[in-house]
T-cell receptor, first 117, second 112 residues
Framework: GAVVSQHPSRVICKSGTSVKIECRSL??????MFWYRQFPKQSLMLMATSNEGSKATYEQGVEKDKFLINHASLTLSTLTVTSAHPEDSSFYIC?????????????FGSGTQLSVL | KQEVTQIPAALSVPEGENLVLNCSFTDSAIYNLQWFRQDPGKGLTSLLL?????REQTSGRLNASLDKSSGRSTLYIAASQPGDSATYLCAVVLGGGNKLTFGTGTQLKVEL
C-alpha cells in the first residue's frame, strides 16, 4: 500500500517557539492532504485541507495564522505551529489522497506528538 | 453538523470472543463510512470502507455493516486476538464532500 511519512514523530519545544511538521507521500502524488489534531482519549479533529499549489482551507475555529500550512509539491505538505503554547500540545496527524474525491483512499502518517513546555 | 458517536468507549474481552463495535451518525446523507484502527501513538490504518449504497463489507475476521437510514454501522470482529487490541474509529464522509468526520473511538483490549 501507499506510504505516508510524517516527521518528526515527537517534538518537545519551549513556549513561543515555532515547530514545523512534514508530511510526505513516498510512492504516490498527493493532490490533497489533510491535517488533524487529536487530544488524549479524543477523536481526530480536522484542522485544514490543503491542495497542491493553492491556499489551505481551514476548519472553523482553527487559526490560519497560527497553523501555517504549505503544500508546495505533490509529495510534501508542512504544518508549522507558530509561537507554540502549552495548549497547542497535541498529537498531529496528516493524511494524503491521490485525488480529491471521496472515493479516494486516505493514507495516514504515523503522527507527531507535540509537547510545549 | 454531523456528529459521530461510538459505543462502548472501551471494551475488554478474553481472547477468542466475538465482539461488536457500534457507530452512529446524526446526518444520514453520507457518501461512505470507514472503519479505522489506531495503535497507541500511531497513525490510522483503514480497515473497511462501505459506500452508502452498500450494506456490508468483509475482510478476513472483520465484517462491517451499514444501515444508512437509521444512521448506524457495526464492526464485527470474529475470534478476537491480543493483536486486535487498539482503538477503533469509524468515520463518515457526507455526500458532496471529501472530509472525514471521525467518531469518538472504542478502545479495545483483548486479553490472553
Amino acid at each position: 500500500g501507499a506510504v505516508v511519512s510524517q516527521h518528526p514523530s515527537r517534538v518537545i519545544c519551549k513556549s513561543g517557539t515555532s515547530v514545523k511538521i512534514e508530511c510526505r507521500s513516498l510512492d504516490f502524488q498527493a493532490t490533497t492532504m489533510f491535517w488533524y489534531r487529536q487530544f488524549p482519549k479524543q477523536s481526530l479533529m480536522l484542522m485544514a485541507t490543503s491542495n497542491e499549489g493553492s491556499k489551505a482551507t481551514y476548519e472553523q475555529g482553527v487559526e490560519k495564522d497560527k497553523f501555517l500550512i504549505n503544500h508546495a509539491s505533490l509529495t510534501l505538505s508542512t504544518l508549522t505551529v507558530t509561537s507554540a503554547h502549552p495548549e497547542d500540545s497535541s498529537f498531529y496527524i496528516c493524511s494524503a489522497q491521490r485525488g480529491g474525491g471521496p472515493d479516494e483512499k486516505l493514507f495516514f502518517g504515523s503522527g507527531t506528538q507535540l509537547s510545549v513546555l | 453538523k454531523q456528529e459521530v458517536t461510538q459505543i462502548p468507549a472501551a471494551l475488554s474481552v478474553p481472547e477468542g470472543e466475538n465482539l461488536v463495535l457500534n457507530c452512529s451518525f446524526t446526518d444520514s446523507a453520507i457518501y461512505n463510512l470507514q472503519w479505522f484502527r489506531q495503535d497507541p501513538g500511531k497513525g490510522l490504518t483503514s480497515l473497511l470502507l462501505i459506500q452508502s449504497s452498500q450494506r456490508e463489507q468483509t475482510s478476513g475476521r472483520l465484517n462491517a455493516s451499514l444501515d444508512k437510514s437509521s444512521g448506524r454501522s457495526t464492526l464485527y470482529i470474529a475470534a478476537s486476538q491480543p493483536g486486535d487490541s487498539a482503538t477503533y474509529l469509524c468515520a463518515v464522509v457526507l455526500g458532496g464532500g471529501n472530509k472525514l468526520t471521525f467518531g469518538t473511538g472504542t478502545q479495545l483490549k483483548v486479553e490472553l
